[in-house]
Every structure is written in C-alpha cells, then in structure tokens.
C-alpha cells in the first residue's frame, strides 16, 4: 500500500513577504510528496495535475491535492499529454506504445503500439478554425445513429465476473459532432506518429528520410542523421509541425568539410497542411474506420466467447461418452460405440458394455444433466450470437457501405487514399460475413434439435432398462437419433464454424449454384461457403487492414520539411534523451499580421519557441533562447530564392542562477524556473520563479542563409540581453527545486517541485475571481 502523503495546512495566499519586483505568483499550499516526480502536466479544461513518478506511476490531483486515482501501467512511461477536452490523458511508454486513459477513473481505453522505440514526446491539439470556412457546405454528419442503436459491447466471458474483465474497446470518437484533432507522437529514433482523436493512425514520418530545405547558402540538400526527437507541436489549424530534435546534418552529394560541427540541436518546420485542406474527409474517414475497428473487436470476442462456451459443453459430453469406448473394450466387444448405440436403436440387441454405461456410468441423473448443460450453452451462445455479433455485423455493413460511397467520389477522396476498389472488397466481405453468421445460426438451431433429440431417447432408453415409466419423456424422433450417430457423435459442425482451421466441405452441386447467384450478383468470391465464420472474421480484418493502410500512406508522402534552423551545435554524440534540456512551444496572439493565405481563417497566432542552450555551445553560457514565428516564415520563404529570416532573442541569466525549467505562458509571458547555485537543496530562499514579457524583449531579425555558421544564433551575441532580476518579475520559492515545472497555458497554475519532495501550487493569474471559483 502506497505511503499516504502528509497533509499541511495551506498557506495563506498573503503569507509570502512581498519585494519590489515580486508578481502575483500566490501560493496556495506546500505539499510534501512521498515519491520523485520525473512527469507533470495540468489538465487544459479542469483544475486537474496528472504527475507521473520515477516508478512510472500514474496520479491524479485536485487543485486542492485530493488524489482522485492511481494506476500503474506497468511500463516505463517516458511521455504524457492531455486530449484538448481534457477527457483523456495519453501516456508514452518505453517500449514504443501509446496507452489512452479515461479521466474520470484512470481505465485504460486504448492502447496502440505505433512506434518501435522510446516514445519521447506527445502533443494533442484540436482543429482551432471556426464553422465559418470554405468547406462549411461538407461538414461531417454520422448517420449511423439514425438507424441503428449503440453499438453492442463486447460480450464477457463466462466464468469471470463483470470486474475481472476491462471493456477492451471504447467508443472514443462517437460524438459525431466532436472536433476534429489529431495526436502527434515522436520516439528516440527520429520517427513522428499522427493518429485522429487519438485512435485512428494517419501517417508516420522518419525525419532521418525527409529532404531539408536547401536554404542554408549551399549547394547541397541536407538530411539528419542519428536524429532523437525532444519535442513535437502542431500549429492550432493544424497544416504545421515544429519539431526539436538532436541529430546531426549530413550534406547529400559532397562530404562536409566539419562534418563535427554539423552536430546540434534543430528545429524543423513540416508542412501537414493535408490535416487542414483535407479536414473534413479525414476526419469522415477516421470516425467511420475507427468505429469499424472497434465493431469488428466486439465481432471477433462474440466469435471467440462463443466457440470457448460451446467447447466447454463438448469437451464435457466427449469425456462422459467416451467411457462406453473403454466398457466395450473391456468386454472384448468387436464394435464401436456408433455400432452399439444402432443395434439399441433397432431393438435388435443391448450389450453388457452399453447397459452398464446407460445405467451406471451415466445414467439418468447425468443424462438429464448432460442435456441442461448443452441446452443452456446453446441458449448462451444464440445470446452472443443475437445481442452481439450479428448487431455488430450489421453496423459493419452500414458503414462499409458510407466508406465505399465516399471512394467513389474521387475529386475529395482520391488524394486522401480513400482507394474505390479496395472497399468494394471490404464490402464483400462484410456481406459474407454476415452470410456465415446466419448459416451459423440454422446449423445451431439444427445441432441444439439433433442434441436434444438423442438426449431425448437415451433417457427413455435408461428408463426402460430401469423398468421405471417413461410417460413423461418427450418423444424422439428414431430418423433424427440415426442422423445424430452418424454425423454428431464424432463430428461438430458448430466447432468447425467457430475455429479458422477447419475448412468446411461443400459438395459440387452446391459450389455450381453458388457460382451462377455469385456471377449474377456482381461478386468475385465463389469460396465463401468452404471458410468458416472465423476464418471470414480474420479476411474481413486483413481487408480492412490493406484498405485502411493507403489513407495512411497518402497522407504520409504528403507531409515535407519546409525549414530547417540549427540552434546551436553539440558534441557528438547528443545528449541522452534520458537528460532533457528545458524547451518549451506555445502560440501567442501578435500584434503583427504574420498570417499566410492557409491560416486566414484562423486566429492570428504566432509560435513561440523556448529553449535553454547549452553551456558552452558558440561561446554561450547560462542562456536562454527564444525564436519566434518559425512556422510561418518556413512556409512562407521560397527555396534558394528568398532568405529565409526569423525573429529570435538571446537572454543571459544572472551568473548566480541556473535554469532548471521552463514554460511558456498566456499573455504572452514566459515563465523561468532557476536555482541558485550558491545555495544547496537544504538553503531556503534558494530558488526562483521568474517571469518575462515575451512581447517585450529586444528581438533580432536573424537569417538562415549563412554558410560559414549554419547555427544562427551566434548572430545574437552582440544583441543578447541580460536578465536583470532587480527590475525584473520574480517570487521566492522557500525549497532548492527540481525539474518539472508544470504550467497551466489557460487555468493560470503552476505546480512546482523541489528537492525536499515538496508540491508548490502557485496561482500565476492576476484575476482574483477566477481563483476564487476554482475547486
């Protein structure tokens, strides 16, 4: 049992000695934390903090440090991200998956396994544009609901109560209505993952295989290698993604004079306008794929939770009739037990071994048992089969149908991926599905017949052999018993249709009449009738699977680098990922137009990069670096014919302070978390929280194009700004604190941590009613 954190009593919010240049950092309580936090991020909508451990376990906190739940994964988690509604929280992991988790209880939804490395950084960000734009005359509309009810759930498995089996699917992207958004992730080894609403992937990209814009005053192209990913962000209308990485440029075509120091840390601009021009189509085919997928699960457990209850009931009639076998041998009979159980029929003889094992291996009791036991599975299984996976097959067929009308409208969808003919095969394949599942349903009801038929004359048969009357016996059918001997006693048809390795015979007659009605329809599949219902569940998945993976590469071949600034050169080899500098990305509302013609339509945002340089690198040390308007001025700039110029800023701190972390924040303010390096983790007063006005800091038009120095910000030198604390905004922190600093861009909170295991939770916002509502 997890170490139950000690409660204080809060602080009051005036309790801290004000100086001249202190700002409304208000501290509202210190908390003491029985575990190292490697991991914390607020929730965008509530007043929720997710904190992650070094154990890699997962917490949820109140404002008011009320822990809501706890999970433990089980692997090491390496990234966290919140979804833009706040309703679910994505978690990284070590071996390269990605977990989705239910905010109000912590249950895992869905897990992808997209990567095959660490998976070093998330970022979730939702279509920001308004209702008004161009396409607002093909707005999505899901019209499943129209005609169908919800989705049926997958079916339990029998034995196991409703808390010892998760819910494996979820309906993460049912609302038709909900906004469009997309889920970006990036591992150690240079690979950045899309999926919509966080389930559907779109398109991966490997950095290492993307051509660099060739604007840095060469004749060559660029490419990255040995490249790791530290940070990904995708621009609010979505058609941009700055990513920061490590990694070292490589000249295509001619060697590097000083290939050495061509190793640093850069900062890419990829062009995913597709995410914007395509919105509406791709967003259309995620809902509909996605909720597919989660359908077919629902399918492909009916169809497993059925086969384990029907061969549990046969695994156990098998085990009581194969005692007449062992009677017969024992007896030295030259007969079966089809032989025995025939001439009984007949009335021509009964043998001892087949006496014996009517009346006292069996009889009457476990007769009548017997036949519950196969009765009841059958009405368990028809269950499955009714509330379950015909519903579900159903619902498949509908929106097979939707996706195969819209690939067939190829001005919108071709060059989404959306491919017409594969689809029609999909179609298909749903359809015989559907057929098997019906087929499926007579052979069931005509086995549950033959059962208990059999069953029927063995208990009149015991009765008579134990003279006892048999008024009460329902009467069998002697037809049906020699049907049921000669095809049931050894064989299961129900069994075959349920498992993907049989394959079911189908005589010539039959196949000649299947062709002609296949022909006739318009259909390419003459050899549905000889698969089974599993084997048809596992075609219509690869289906599915090669159908869905051409949305996936149309959209990947689509997404290019269309700038490229070196910040600043390190030694080979990079940093350990282990070891993050701080960096932080953010969009700030500008005073200047800096919008293309793509983003007209959306608010007038600006990026804002933030990052910490390393000591050392171009002769700098204890700096900070800000660049501003990357995105825009990337796409923007024409190759090798415009210089590709950007804003950017160098700010020194104070010799006495080092940077443990940092954020951006709203209003455009940028908040720095520093340590003093003349204290130590047990000096009080020996930290700060220092806030800059990112608007007003002396930004520097710097170029690109320079092919002394391909890293730019050695043109700040001259122009670097120092951090002055006397005028500048700060507050004392009363610990030595350590990494992570965790702000809130919209709730106006910060979380900070320090080396005595404490929580700080400040309130950054100046409005004094918006605190006041908070829980």
């Given at each position: ?8 009593e809060m602080?009051s919010?005036g ?6 240049g202190?700002?409304?950092?208000q ?5 003491p934390v029985?575990?190292?936090v490697?991991?914390?991020?607020w929730?965008?909508e509530?007043?929720l903090?997710a904190i ?5 376990k997962?917490l949820?906190?109140r404002?008011n ?11 090491s ?12 929280i ?8 990605v977990?989705?988790?239910d905010?109000?209880?912590?249950k895992m939804?869905r897990?992808?396994r997209?990567?095959?490395?660490a998976?070093i950084?998330l970022?979730?960000?939702?279509d ?6 161009r ?6 509309e899901d019209r499943?609901?129209r005609?169908?009810?919800p989705p049926?759930r997958?079916?339990r498995?029998?034995?196991?109560s ?7 699917t979820?309906q993460?992207?049912s609302?038709s209505?909900?906004r469009?958004n997309i889920l970006c992730?990036?591992d150690?080894?240079?690979c950045?993952?899309f ?8 398109g991966?990209i490997?950095?290492h295989?993307?051509l660099?814009?060739?604007?840095l ?11 790791s990913?530290?940070?990904?962000a995708l621009?609010r209308d ?8 490590f990694g070292?440029?490589?000249?295509l ?9 061509l190793v640093?840390?850069?900062?890419l ?9 395509k919105?509406?189509?791709?967003h259309?085919?995620?809902q509909?794929?996605?909720?597919i ?9 009916s169809i497993s ?7 549990d009931?046969m695994s156990l ?9 062992s ?13 025995e ?8 003889r009964?043998?001892p071994?087949l006496q014996?094992?009517?009346l006292?291996?069996?009889g009457?009791a ?11 599975t ?7 089969l ?13 929106r097979?149908g939707e996706?195969?009308g ?7 969808f071709?060059?989404?991926g ?5 689809m029609d095969n999909?179609?298909e394949?749903?359809g015989?599905?559907?057929?098997q ?5 007579r052979v069931l009801t005509i ?13 009149k ?8 009357p048999?008024?009460q ?8 018993v ?10 299961d ?10 394959s079911?015979e189908?005589d010539?007659?039959?196949m000649?009449r299947?062709?002609q ?5 318009g259909?390419?599949?003459v050899t ?9 569940c596992?075609k ?8 869905f993976?051409?949305?996936f590469t149309a959209?990947?071949?689509t997404?290019?680098c269309k ?8 030694a ?12 932080s ?13 793509i983003d007209?339509a959306?608010?007038?945002?600006t990026?804002?990069?933030c990052?910490?340089v ?9 700096c ?5 308007g990357f995105?825009?001025a990337?796409?923007?700039?024409s190759v090798?014919?415009?210089?590709s110029c950007?804003d950017a ?5 104070p010799?006495q ?14 908040v720095?978390l520093l ?5 130590n983790?047990?000096?009080?007063e020996g930290s700060l929280m220092?806030?800059m ?11 690109l194009?320079?092919s002394?120095?391909i890293?730019?910000l ?5 122009s670097m700004?120092?951090?002055?604390l006397?005028i500048g905004?700060f507050?004392?922190?009363p610990h ?5 600093l965790a702000?809130?861009a919209?709730r106006g909170?910060?979380c900070?941590?320090s080396?005595k ?5 400040y ?8 605190v006041?509502?908070?829980?």
């Amino acid at each position: 049992m997890e170490e139950e954190v000690e409660e204080v009593e809060m602080k009051s919010v005036g309790e801290q000695t004000e100086a001249s240049g202190s700002i409304p950092f208000q501290l509202q309580f210190d908390k003491p934390v029985p575990f190292q936090v490697k991991m914390a991020e607020w929730n965008p909508e509530k007043d929720l903090l997710a904190i992650v451990t070094d154990e890699s376990k997962v917490l949820l906190h109140r404002f008011n440090w009320q822990r809501l739940w706890t999970i433990i994964p089980g692997k090491s988690i390496t990234s966290l991200c919140w979804s833009p509604d706040g309703k679910l929280i994505a978690l990284g992991t070590e071996d390269g998956s990605v977990f989705l988790h239910d905010v109000e209880n912590g249950k895992m939804l869905r897990s992808m396994r997209t990567h095959d490395a660490a998976v070093i950084c998330l970022n979730w960000e939702e279509d920001a544009l308004k209702a008004v734009d161009r396409d607002r005359h093909f707005v999505y509309e899901d019209r499943t609901t129209r005609f169908f009810p919800p989705p049926p759930r997958v079916p339990r498995i029998p034995g196991l109560s409703d808390g010892d089996l998760e819910e494996t699917t979820q309906q993460l992207s049912s609302v038709s209505c909900q906004r469009f958004n997309i889920l970006c992730s990036g591992d150690r080894d240079g690979c950045i993952c899309f999926s919509i609403f966080g389930i559907f992937p779109i398109g991966k990209i490997n950095i290492h295989n993307i051509l660099l814009p060739n604007h840095l005053g060469t004749n060559y192209q660029y490419q990255l290698k040995n490249a790791s990913i530290s940070k990904v962000a995708l621009s609010r209308d979505l058609c941009r993604l700055e990513v920061l990485c490590f990694g070292e440029l490589i000249e295509l075509g001619a060697s590097p004079k000083h290939n050495d120091t061509l190793v640093g840390f850069h900062c890419l601009n990829l062009d995913t306008s597709i995410f914007l021009n395509k919105k509406n189509e791709l967003h259309q085919v995620a809902q509909q794929a996605s909720n597919i997928e989660d359908v077919v699960e629902v399918v492909r457990a009916s169809i497993s939770v059925m086969s384990k209850q029907w061969t549990d009931a046969m695994s156990l009639f098998k085990s009581k009739f194969q005692a007449i076998a062992s009677l017969i041998a024992e007896h030295g009979l030259d007969s079966n037990s089809q032989d025995e159980f025939l001439s009984l029929l007949l009335g021509v003889r009964t043998s001892p071994a087949l006496q014996q094992f009517l009346l006292n291996t069996l009889g009457e009791a476990g007769v009548k048992r017997l036949s519950k036991t196969v009765d009841n599975t059958g009405k368990e299984v028809r269950t499955v089969l009714n509330e379950h996976l015909q519903p579900a097959l159903e619902i498949i067929g509908f929106r097979v149908g939707e996706l195969r009308g819209l690939s067939r409208w190829r001005a919108r969808f071709k060059s989404v991926g959306l491919d017409e003919k594969l689809m029609d095969n999909v179609t298909e394949t749903a359809g015989m599905l559907l057929i098997q599942a019906e087929r499926f349903s007579r052979v069931l009801t005509i086995v549950l017949f033959l059962f208990q038929n059999f069953f029927n004359w063995v208990l009149k048969c015991t009765k008579i052999l134990l003279q006892e009357p048999t008024d009460q016996v329902q009467q069998a059918n002697s037809e049906l018993v020699v049907v049921f001997l000669k095809f049931l006693l050894q064989s299961d048809p129900v069994e075959q249709l349920l498992e993907a390795k049989y394959s079911v015979e189908v005589d010539m007659e039959t196949m000649k009449r299947i062709e002609q009605l296949v022909a006739f329809g318009g259909y390419t599949d003459v050899t549905f009738l000889e698969r089974t219902l599993a084997s048809e569940c596992n075609k219509l998945e690869q289906c599915l699977k090669e159908a869905f993976l051409m949305p996936f590469t149309a959209v990947s071949e689509t997404v290019a680098c269309k700038g490229l600034a070196p910040l600043f050169p390190v030694a080979s080899p990079a940093p350990s990922t282990s070891l993050p500098i701080p960096m932080s990305i953010h969009y700030y509302k500008d005073e200047v137009d800096r919008a293309s013609e793509i983003d007209k339509a959306s608010p007038n945002l600006t990026d804002y990069t933030c990052f910490k340089v390393l000591d050392g690198s171009l002769g700098l040390k204890n700096c900070i670096g800000i660049v501003r308007g990357f995105m825009s001025a990337g796409l923007s700039s024409s190759v090798n014919t415009e210089e590709s110029c950007l804003d950017a800023v160098l700010v020194h701190l104070p010799d006495q302070y080092e940077c443990v972390d940092l954020s951006l924040y709203k209003e455009n303010q940028i908040v720095l978390l520093l340590n003093d390096l003349q204290s130590n983790s047990e000096t009080a007063e020996g930290s700060l929280m220092v806030m800059m006005q990112a608007s007003d800091l002396p930004f520097v038009s710097v170029s690109l194009s320079m092919s002394d120095n391909i890293f730019f910000l050695h043109q700040l030198e001259d122009s670097m700004m120092n951090l002055d604390l006397d005028i500048g905004k700060f507050r004392a922190i009363p610990h030595h604190v350590t990494v992570p600093l965790a702000v809130s861009a919209s709730r106006g909170l910060a979380c900070v941590f320090s080396s005595k295991r404490h929580a700080l939770v400040y309130i950054l916002d100046e409005d004094e009613d918006e605190v006041s509502e908070m829980e």
